[in-house]
């Protein structure tokens, strides 16, 4: 589904236990991506972030097991715990409209190694070049 253009919050679980879901592309309008708004949706594959100055909650795709494909740009602001976590092993690498710098330099929960990415990423895929998770570790 496109979330249409000028919606501004995707709320707290508001997808949450959507196993019909099989793709999302998230407009630039979208300035909040709240708590679990995706968590458990099962047959979710494909997530394109289009969004200016999005903060990705906690727990946002945790549990999307057929999660393959992830593009998130630039300009989100934030990325909270758990966000992929138990994403599975087909979500591999994460591409990020940014820098490795940029990517670096964005806010995320850092209580946990990897920032709870996922445990099966192993790359972060930036317009300049890879990051391997592992040099993420704390």
């Not at 991506?33 to 903060?55: P, R, Y």
């Not at 099966?120 to 040099?135: F, H, M, N, Q, R």
């Amino acid at each position: 589904i496109t979330i249409p253009l000028g919606v501004k919050t995707i709320g707290e679980s508001a997808f949450g236990d959507c196993h019909s879901l099989t793709s999302i592309i998230i407009p630039s309008s979208v300035t909040t991506i709240g708590d679990s708004a995706f968590i458990w949706c099962n047959n979710l594959t494909d997530v394109e972030i289009l969004s200016n100055k999005a903060s990705i909650g906690k727990d946002v795709f945790q549990m999307c097991s057929n999660l393959k494909n992830i593009t998130i740009p630039k300009s989100v602001t934030e990325i909270e715990g758990y966000a992929f976590d138990g994403c599975g092993k087909l979500l591999k690498s994460i591409n990020y409209l940014g820098t490795k710098r940029d990517w670096m330099s964005t806010p995320m929960d850092s209580a946990d190694s990897a920032w709870r990415l996922g445990s099966y990423i192993v790359k972060i895929i930036c317009s300049d070049g890879e990051i391997k998770l592992s040099a993420l570790m704390l």
